[in-house]
């Protein structure tokens, strides 16, 4: 059965906001989230913000930025789907190359929290993409790199998937990928996670250094199912923008 992702059916793309570690208190979050609150965005703030952008939200869906795969345990410091899910949670964004980098995340890692979102009833946004060294190789070499993520981050999973592939060169430094050659990797990721995953729904998202400048030149391609924003969502005025790209 081929299944119109949720929201999905009505909405063309999604454009997701990852705040990061941003911004530095609950009033300001609470202000942002008011900016944001967009049908076709979906905001993913730190983690003691979610109860209170939760009330907020009235338009836009609420994600966090990772989980535990654990449900409970001797596990200090970590947050598991199930506690998420109770606060509105919709989506969470995993494997985000940040947490592969700093807290040392494997894809056999990503893989078991795939699966704890999706048996938790959370949608996954799972993140994939190459260092430069690789992309420097050529456009193959990504998709050999990429590949070998998907191959272990989606094993045994189904269900309703988000991808974003997310160049690492790209996030944080105003030089995206170029439109037409993210657009071909992100039909190659579909082909892959769905050799991998043949039960899935997948869809998949640009994200790196995403302006309201560049948003129409990702936003407006077939292949692209949306965006994953991070320094410019940080702005009501400029997430705002992106999302009219979509409307
Ligand atoms: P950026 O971040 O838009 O600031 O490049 C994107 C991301 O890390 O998800």
Not at 24 to 39: G, Q, T
Not at 47 to 56: D, E, G
Not at 67 to 74: D, L, V, Y
Request: aromatic share 6%.
């Amino acid at each position: 059965m081929k299944i119109q992702c949720g929201k999905m059916k009505n909405m063309k793309k999604l454009v997701i906001a990852n705040w990061k570690l941003h911004p530095a208190s609950l009033a300001e979050a609470v202000k942002l989230a008011r900016k944001s609150d967009k049908k076709g965005a979906v905001i993913c703030p730190p983690f003691p913000f979610i109860p209170a952008v939760s009330r907020v939200l009235k338009h836009a869906s609420l994600g966090a930025q990772d989980i535990f795969w654990e449900e409970k345990g001797a596990y200090t410091g970590q947050v598991s789907a199930v506690i998420l899910k109770q606060f509105h949670t919709r989506y969470v964004i995993i494997g985000h190359s940040e947490r592969r980098s700093y807290a040392h995340e494997t894809d056999e890692m990503i893989n078991r929290k795939v699966q704890a979102a999706q048996a938790a009833g959370l949608h996954p946004i799972l993140c994939v993409g190459e260092p430069l060294n690789v992309r420097r190789r050529g456009i193959a070499a990504a998709k050999r790199f990429v590949a070998a993520q998907l191959k272990k981050d989606l094993a045994e999973t189904h269900g309703r998937i988000v991808i974003a592939y997310e160049p690492i060169w790209a996030i944080g430094t105003g030089k995206p990928d170029k439109p037409e050659e993210s657009a071909e990797m992100i039909v190659f990721i579909k082909k892959t996670a769905r050799k991998i995953s043949p039960r899935a729904q997948i869809t998949c998202l640009y994200g790196g250094s995403v302006k309201p400048e560049n948003a129409r030149s990702f936003l407006s391609r077939k292949e692209i199912d949306g965006a994953l924003v991070g320094g410019a969502s940080l702005s009501g005025k400029s997430f705002g923008a992106i999302l009219q790209k979509v409307q």
